[in-house]
T-cell receptor
């Protein structure tokens, strides 16, 4: 079983839809969970950061972590064409997150107007 | 601030050739990283540096070398290019290794034929 599993999609939704992006993981020691957004031909940029379990909300974006199920989610409300990108989950067991980040393969999202 | 700047944007190499991928950051970040991103494979850490003069291997270091003589620059060297090194290479930096987000450059697209 891979450490981090992420459905690559592609996922196509109409503008205004609620989008759910998910990752599962196998390492119960993971404590730091991140979502990066990557536009075509660009580098990833950090979208959401969560420590341990629970929810975090930032505008139209909500990140959820369920450590008991080893499952994390990113919800996008009122999706916009500008949300069309690849979304990468990333996680780490250590506080030294940058040197021990495990990335998912990314889910490609397309929002049509 | 320019952030993280990578050059060149594109390069085609013949098998056995050498090249250096350049990366520079103007945020005075201590930590710098090199990742490769292959289609359907996610981001894999090649090398990282925790400060000038200090480097260490990541998950996939074979075939690459790095140096860190200044805080700003972190070049990646390919000595004998192989088709397996065809990929998109991303340089990133972070203020520290804890909760600081990774700031990525826009990548170098390398093809080895």
């Amino acid at each position: 079983q891979k450490e981090v599993e992420q459905d690559p999609g592609p996922l196509s939704v109409p503008e205004g839809a609620i989008v759910s992006l998910n990752c599962t993981y196998s390492n119960s020691a993971f404590q730091y969970f991140m979502w990066y957004r990557q536009y075509s031909r660009k580098g990833p940029e950090l979208l959401m950061y969560t420590y341990s379990s629970g929810n975090k909300e930032d505008g139209r974006f909500t990140a959820q972590v369920d450590k008991s199920s080893k499952y994390i989610s990113l919800f996008i409300r009122d999706s916009q064409p500008s949300d069309s990108a690849t979304y990468l989950c990333a996680m780490s067991a250590l506080r030294q997150a940058g040197t021990a980040l495990i990335f998912g393969k990314g889910t490609t999202l397309s929002v049509s107007s | 601030n320019a952030g993280v700047t990578q050059t060149p944007k594109f390069r085609i190499l013949k098998i056995g050739q050498s090249m250096t991928l350049q990366c520079t950051q103007d945020m005075n970040h201590n930590y710098m990283y090199w990742y490769r991103q292959d289609p359907g494979m996610g981001l894999k850490l090649i090398y990282y540096s925790v400060g000038a003069g200090i480097t260490d291997k990541g998950e996939v270091p074979n075939g690459y070398n790095v140096s860190r003589s200044t805080t700003e620059d972190f070049p990646l060297r390919l000595e004998l290019a192989a088709p397996s090194q065809t990929s998109v290479y991303f340089c990133a930096s972070s203020l520290d290794s804890g909760h600081s987000p990774l700031h990525f450059g826009n990548g170098t697209r390398l093809t080895v034929t």
